[in-house]
């Protein structure tokens, strides 16, 4: 994968430096990074998946967003409609991953636990990666009895997941630089209760019209709450239809 900045300077980058989590943090030691990606449009999905707005360098930075964070945080809508599986190594990540297990973890949200625990996300995660489910107080007893057999089950919230709540279980469990892959609904959650720090976005340069949601789909947000910085526009060298930007927090 190579890419440079739009400017000042039109040179390659090294895209694991540009995209390193920032030493400090800001929660306890938790970053919460989201990697989103949306047509020109403004379209966050394709057919139905996000998938469909992609190239190589998206599918590429998408797994080097992987191999530098500790747990992947996903809804269960999403991991139903892109066929999630666990993480598998990316051939650059020994480095990335120095100290750290060879995967991260996946974090499903679900208020329901209407999920498949026979499937590979839950049956072929490394034991040092178990999948995890984020719920909440009051799911069926049954499946949540089930899902503590195929996953760690962290419990948090009652109508809706309490995602401070989480994070904070979530750090106490090692997992400190999280990654939300979405889906839209799951992301304006957590955006709203004022816990995302940063925006990975890819705009794709496609037209998709349709009724497809946005990168957030939820209630307008705080001012305060919406505010971002950028830090870096870059483009793929290969292929410069694609822009790669990269949001944090403006008071971060």
Same mark, same amino acid.
């Given at each position: 994968m190579r890419m440079r900045r739009l400017s000042p300077d039109p040179s390659t980058v090294d895209v694991a430096a540009a995209y390193a989590y920032p030493p400090g943090a800001s929660r306890d030691g938790t970053w919460v990074r989201a990697n989103m990606i949306a047509s020109a449009d403004g379209a966050a999905a394709l057919e139905g998946r996000s998938g469909g707005l992609g190239c190589a360098a998206d599918r590429e930075l998408f797994a080097l967003l992987?191999?530098?964070?500790?747990?992947?945080?996903?809804g269960a809508g999403t991991v139903r409609a892109e066929g999630y599986g666990p993480a598998r190594p990316g051939p650059s990540w020994g480095r990335l991953r120095e100290g750290r297990p060879a995967t991260p973890a996946i974090a499903i949200v679900s208020r329901s636990l209407d999920l498949d625990f026979g499937s590979p996300i839950f049956t072929?995660?490394?034991p040092d990666a178990a999948t995890m489910v984020l719920t909440v107080q009051g799911a069926d007893p049954a499946r %949540?009895?089930? &899902?503590?057999?195929?996953?760690?089950?962290?419990?948090?919230?009652?109508?809706?997941?309490d995602f401070g709540s989480a994070f904070a279980q979530m750090a106490e469990r090692g997992y400190r630089r999280l990654l939300c892959e979405g889906g839209p609904h799951v992301l304006a959650q957590i955006a709203a209760a004022g816990l995302l720090?940063?925006?990975?976005?890819?705009?794709s340069p496609v037209l998709a019209a349709g009724a497809s949601q946005r990168v957030l789909n939820g209630p307008p947000l705080p001012g305060a709450?919406?505010?971002l910085r950028l830090v870096?526009? %870059?483009?793929? &060298?290969?292929d410069e239809g694609f822009l790669f930007l990269r949001y944090v927090r403006a008071t971060a």
């Open positions: 992987r191999g530098l964070c500790d747990a992947v945080v996903v072929e995660a490394a %949540l009895e089930a &899902a503590r057999e195929r996953a760690e089950v962290i419990v948090a919230g009652t109508g809706s997941v720090d940063e925006l990975c976005l890819t705009l709450r919406a505010g870096h526009a %870059l483009v793929d &060298a290969e």
